[in-house]
Every structure is written in C-alpha cells, then in structure tokens.
C-alpha cells in the first residue's frame, strides 16, 4: 500500500488549490484521514481530518476557507483550499489508516501511511 499526495503547486494569496491523498495497492479500505502542514522552522500541524464515515474536523486557522471530503470508491480524500493566504505556504501531509488484505492469509490487517507530501506556495 501506498499513499501518495498531489496537487500542490504555486498560487497568488486568495487563490485557490485542490489536494488529493490517494491510497494505492492492496487497499481494502481507506478510514481516518488527516491532512498536516510543515512550514519552514515550524513543527507539523493539524490541518483537517475526515472519519471513516465522513465526519470532518478542521483546525481553527482554515475553517470556512478549507473543506475536507473524499471519495471511498476511488480510495481517494480531497482537500479543497480556498482564499489562500502566505501563511499557508507549507509542505502538506496526508495520513492515513488503511486496511489491507494480506495474500498469504486473506486477513486483514490495519496500518497507519504516510504520504510524501506536496508543496504549496502562496504569494502575497
């Protein structure tokens, strides 16, 4: 299983960005999610998260700009990002808990992924 993060890139402050955390493999099921944020100097925080049943939690700093979903067919957790500011220029993670099949058992089994994480550069 992998989780790969895309969608980054470079827009003008109050522009807007879509992420996509995409689990792949031998995905059985993809469940919590949550997105993180590393800017420069600073530590990891929390950005946004989404249950397994689609129950959103945001960090105070992006609601109402932010918006959390995702689409459990395509094992695939969206992060759309509107009205942009400078600082939220950072490298974004997604994380995520994923159930697996193992071959050799047919059981599943359940771990935790991280994704590589996509820059977002905001200009002001």
């Known amino acids: 299983v992998q989780l790969q993060a895309s969608g980054g890139g470079l827009v003008k402050s109050g522009g807007s960005l879509t992420l996509s955390c995409a689990a792949t493999g031998r995905v059985f099921s993809m469940n919590d999610v949550t997105w993180y944020r590393q800017a420069p100097g600073k530590e990891r925080d929390l950005v946004a998260g989404?249950?397994?049943?689609?129950?959103?939690t945001y960090a105070d700093s992006v609601k109402g700009r932010f918006t959390i979903s995702r689409v459990n067919s395509m094992n695939t957790v969206y992060l759309q990002m509107n009205n942009l500011r400078p600082e939220d220029t950072a490298v974004y993670y997604c994380?995520?808990?994923?159930?697996?099949?193992?071959?050799?058992?047919?059981?599943?089994?359940?771990?935790?992924?991280w994704g590589q994480g996509t820059l977002v550069t905001v200009s002001s």
């Open positions: 994380n995520a808990d994923v159930e697996s099949i193992i071959p050799r058992t047919g059981k599943p089994e359940r771990k935790n992924y």
């Open positions: 989404i249950s397994g049943a689609g129950s959103p």
